[in-house]
Each structure stands twice: as C-alpha cells, then as structure tokens.
C-alpha cells in the first residue's frame, strides 16, 4: 500500500466528500467543442486521491502524453495555469503578441530575464507554448530521429497522429511568396515546396493557425483522451515530488506529488500500487529541472544552500541548458503588406535557419485601445514583448523598453510597414545552466544560456546575417522594399530610422559594427530553449531518471540541440510517442491493475 491509503476515517471522509463537489471550470467554448468535464479547478481537488500515472505540466507534450495514457489507465494532469479556450490573446492570430506582452500574474505568458539580459517566457496555461508560440509546425531531421533512439515507425505514426488533429497548410500571402522566391535567389536551394519534413533549402511549413486565423493549441489533444480515465486540475501548482526508500536498495521510488490551489491549501496525490505506476514531469524546460531540485534531486551542495535535503546527488540536474539566438531585421515597405506569421523557412547548409514575420502595422492592439496605438505596434517584436534589439542585453531595461514604446507612439504610421526576416542558428553548440533562485515553486528560477559563448554559433549567425541582406536585395523581394518607395515616403522612413526600436536592413548609416559584435548586441530569443535533463546524463533513452524508481522526465529539457526549425512537433510527437511506449510496456508485462 502507497503511504497516505491508510489515513483515519476523517482524512478518508473529506476525500469522498471533496471527489463529489468537483466543480468544471472548462470554459462554454472548450465544453462545447470538447465536452471536456473532466477539467476542474485544483481549489475543488480531493485532499488525497490516486492515479496510475500524474503527469505534471499540461504543456505541449503533457497533453498528448496524458490523452494517450488515458486510453488504458487512470491519469491525472496537473497544470499551473488556467484554460486556452475564451482567451482572444491565445486563439487569435491578430492577437499573437498580447500573450507576450501581458505581465499579469494570470497571463498565460510568465515572464523571466536571463542572466545574460535576454528577455523571454514560459507558459503558463493548458496548452504550454503551443499557446503562445508564432504556430510554424515542421518536423525534425530524420538524423535527429536516428541520433535520439527512437523508432521511426512509430515516430512517423505519433507525427500524423498530432497532425490530423491540429496542422493545416497555409494560405501564403505576397510577402511571404516574396520572402520565399528571395530565399531561393540567394541561394538558399531546392524548393521544396510544402511540406512538413525537414530537408535543406526551402519550404512552404505546416501552421497551428486555420484559415480563420484561430489557433489550435496541444489542450485539443484532450478530446482525444478517454473521459473517464483522465482528470485535469488547473492552476494546480506541484512543489515537490515524495519520494520513499525501495526496500531492495538504496535508491529513491516516486509515490507521489504535493500541489498546492490558489488558496494555498495542499493536496497529495498518490500513485496506486503497481510497479508500472509513475510520476512523470512534463513541465519543461525551466519547469522539470527546477522541481527535481525542490524535490531534492540535483547538484548536492546547491540544494543545501537553499536548505532543502539532497534525496540524491544528482551535479547534472539543469545541466546543458541551451537557447537557440535570433538576430532579427525590420525591412520597411513602401506598400501595405498583409498580417502573416512564420509559414516559410530556409534551411541553409551552414546551420541557419530564416524565418519572416509580417503585418500592414502589424494589426496587432498591444494592450491599447485608441486607433493611433493599433497602428503603432511591431507585434512578437514590439518592445511591450521584451523584444529590444536596438540595444545591447545588459541594457534591456523596463526603463530603455518604455522610452522605447513612448518613442513609437510618436512614429509616422507608414514607418510601421513591412516585416522582419530573422535567422535562428542550428544547435546552438553554446549552453549554461539552470539554478533555484528561491524555493517557491512559482517563482522562476536562475536561467544563463551563454549566447554565442561557441564561436561556431557567432559563425553561423554572421552567415545567416549575409543571406538576410542577399534576400533583401533580391528582385524577388524589390517590391517590398524602398528602392521602389517614393522619394516623400523614402524622407519619413530616414526621419524615423533613429526613433525605431528595431534593427534594419539595411543597416543604419551609423551601424559600423562588424557583424560578430552585431550578433552578440542585437541578439534576442526566438523561445526555442531547452535542456537541464539531457538523455544520458539525468535521464535514460526511455526518459526515466537515473537511480530513481518510478520518475520520468518527457519534455524540451531532454533535448541537446533543438529538433528541426520549430521543436513543437517534436515535443507533441514525444508525448504521444512515449504514451504509447510507456502503455506497450505495461499490459505485455501483465500488469493490469488499474
């Protein structure tokens, strides 16, 4: 029996009682579509109950994984924050960067500074960054599926699987056909036209986004679940896994987890008896990491330092923690250009990556209502999104990024015209590390990344940079740039140039910087970090925590190196990938208790 199942007839009592007054917070909108009335707030969660699997985090994979789960076992998810479904900010393309800009404490985007002064985010909402992110889907390498050990079958089979559900082809606007035919002029070849592999040259991506605009995010990955199996809390906060001694050896066992509701009132969850019975995090990046050190898993003297005792020394814990840099360019127009998100990439054979953002103001209302704020507003890469790249990290100030909105507020709205094309390195070759900063659970912890510490990543960059400015002189992207815009409009732009908070291209008279410096100045996050528990060094090939029974670890923070342009398929893909991994592994192993 887990410890906890023997609790007096009072604890026993409140349970029953707390199981029956659930109350669904689904929002009319997901129930309507999903009938998802297995989602309930943690404030109505049972003080004591039992699951075959607790899977904490309802992020990009934790959806997929625990909806798979369901199909043979009883699985409960754990998510921090609250529902996609109602939030314009999520479901609207138009909407794309309010998510970002929203530093509210119940903003499904949690912001945090790096150590090295890059701006970034987390989510925090049913869903993770499938919510929050521009919606490229494309594949990883087949190389990258042979160097992670896993099989390509199924691979292949978990991939189509998340794509029925949510991926649709875009409808690709001027600019962006623009953008593609400059990509192939510059060399950056074959087309490849639409597809979803990874290949190099150039191509026509999936998206999240339907014709409509409306996002489809990995929470839809719960009408595929089995609703009687499954059950969601939210806004369910996990502060630490419990862990016992195994009888046969020294080694730790999971039994369960602790999470706290928003009224600060504590629950335990305790995995029922069965050795095939797991914890498993899905929490992310900064997320798993963080809580297998609260819990006392991770580099021995860090956790004394903030009192917590050592379950297991573990130095490699939030190890290896890596974010890809991007270097973006605001290339004005002298001709209205169409909202659009990433739909085209060039894959070059130097390991860059180029990707283009694109809007007529960029249609998206930050935060403001009057019709001048709508207008004056460079969305993912306005400075309300922590986006400033005019500026080098350090300098990245809230201070520098109000001067910089007020500056725009004061801009030509012709100045606003046009999109930004950007370059995100392969690898990156260049990490750091993950530390506790405190330890509240809530609160994010320490992160360094050491942008462009590598010199091979500074290459890569100064080279994506060189192919950026050849697309932009291409005949391919003339249109959409001021060698073709009137002499007045040509005027505004220069009058404007030093008001910007964007970088562009081409560059500012002034900009005498050699391209190195430039990258290490103007880099900024394209949200793609990963690592803390890489496979092999805090986790096995089967994602299991090493010396630890009945852990797992299914998320970005196993990963060395980011998986092809965009890592949301492959981390979708893994969750489904490994449910049905981890279910083969328990019913041919004949055990069916559930």
């Given at each position: ?6 609790g ?12 029956l ?17 297995f ?9 004591v ?18 909806a798979?789960?369901?199909?043979r ?8 924050g ?12 138009y ?32 869903g ?10 494309t ?44 990509l ?95 914890v ?32 297991m ?37 130097f ?63 012709r ?12 690898g ?22 050491n ?75 394209i949200w ?67």
């Amino acid at each position: 029996m887990a410890p906890g199942q023997g609790g007096s007839v009072a604890l026993v009592l409140a349970t029953v009682l707390g199981s029956l007054c659930l109350s669904l917070v689904a929002s009319p909108e997901a129930q309507k579509r999903y009938n998802f009335r297995f989602v309930r707030h943690a404030r109505d969660a049972p003080l004591v109950s039992h699951y075959n699997y607790i899977v904490v985090g309802g992020g990009t994979g934790g959806c997929p994984l625990a909806a798979t789960l369901s199909e043979r076992a009883h699985v409960l998810l754990l998510e921090r924050g609250g529902l996609p479904y109602g939030n314009r900010n999520v479901s609207s393309e138009y909407h794309f960067a309010d998510a970002l800009a929203d530093t509210s404490p119940r903003s499904p985007a949690q912001r945090f500074v790096s150590e090295d002064g890059v701006v970034n985010a987390r989510a925090r909402v049913l869903g993770g960054g499938s919510c929050l992110n521009a919606g490229f889907y494309t594949r990883a390498s087949n190389g990258y599926v042979r160097a992670a050990g896993w099989d390509p079958r199924l691979v292949n089979a978990s991939y189509r699987w998340v794509e029925r559900e949510l991926v649709f082809r875009p409808d690709v606007p001027p600019w962006q056909c623009a953008l593609r035919k400059g990509l192939l002029q510059a060399g950056v070849t074959p087309d490849n036209g639409y597809t979803l592999e990874h290949v190099p040259g150039t191509k026509i991506g999936g998206t999240i986004f339907d014709s409509t605009g409306r996002r489809h995010t990995a929470a839809d990955f719960l009408r595929r679940a089995h609703p009687r199996r499954l059950t969601v809390f939210l806004h369910a906060t996990v502060s630490r896994i419990l862990f016992r001694r195994s009888e046969r050896t020294a080694n730790p066992v999971a039994y369960g987890v602790v999470f706290t509701d928003p009224a600060g009132v504590r629950h335990r969850v305790y995995l029922r008896s069965g050795a095939k019975s797991e914890v498993i995090l899905t929490a992310g990046t900064l997320g798993s990491p963080q809580l297998l050190m609260l819990s006392g898993i991770g580099p021995r003297r860090h956790l004394e330092k903030h009192g917590i005792q050592a379950v297991m020394d573990q130095p490699m814990v939030g190890q290896g923690v890596a974010d890809n840099p991007m270097n973006s360019v605001f290339v004005p127009s002298p001709v209205p250009v169409a909202l659009s998100l990433v739909q085209i990439v060039g894959v070059s054979r130097f390991g860059t990556f180029i990707e283009g953002v694109s809007g007529s103001q960029f249609g998206i209302p930050l935060h403001g209502r009057a019709a001048d704020r709508r207008t004056r507003s460079f969305g993912m890469f306005s400075p309300m999104t922590g986006q400033l790249g005019t500026v080098p990290p350090m300098e990245r100030t809230p201070e520098a990024m109000r001067r910089a909105a007020e500056a725009m507020r004061r801009l030509d709205r012709r100045a606003f015209r046009g999109g930004f094309i950007l370059e995100k390195i392969l690898g990156p070759m260049s990490s750091g590390y993950i530390e506790l900063r405190s330890t509240d659970p809530a609160a994010n912890p320490a992160v360094t990344f050491n942008y462009f510490r590598d010199p091979r990543d500074v290459e890569r960059c100064v080279r994506g940079i060189q192919t950026i400015e050849r697309v932009v002189r291409s005949r391919a992207f003339a249109r959409f740039t001021y060698a073709n815009g009137s002499a007045m409009e040509a005027a505004i732009l220069r009058r404007a140039a030093n008001l910007l908070p964007v970088n562009l291209l081409p560059r500012r008279a002034s900009d005498t910087r050699p391209l190195q410096q430039y990258c290490r100045e103007t880099v900024m996050t394209i949200w793609h970090y990963h690592g803390g528990c890489h496979v092999g060094a805090v986790v096995d090939k089967d994602y299991r925590v090493f010396r630890v029974r009945g852990l797992r670890v299914i998320d970005s923070s196993t990963f060395k190196y980011s998986p092809g342009t965009n890592p949301q398929a492959t981390v979708m893909m893994l969750g489904r990938y490994m449910g049905l991994k981890i279910l083969e592994d328990r019913w041919t192993k004949n055990d069916v208790r559930h």
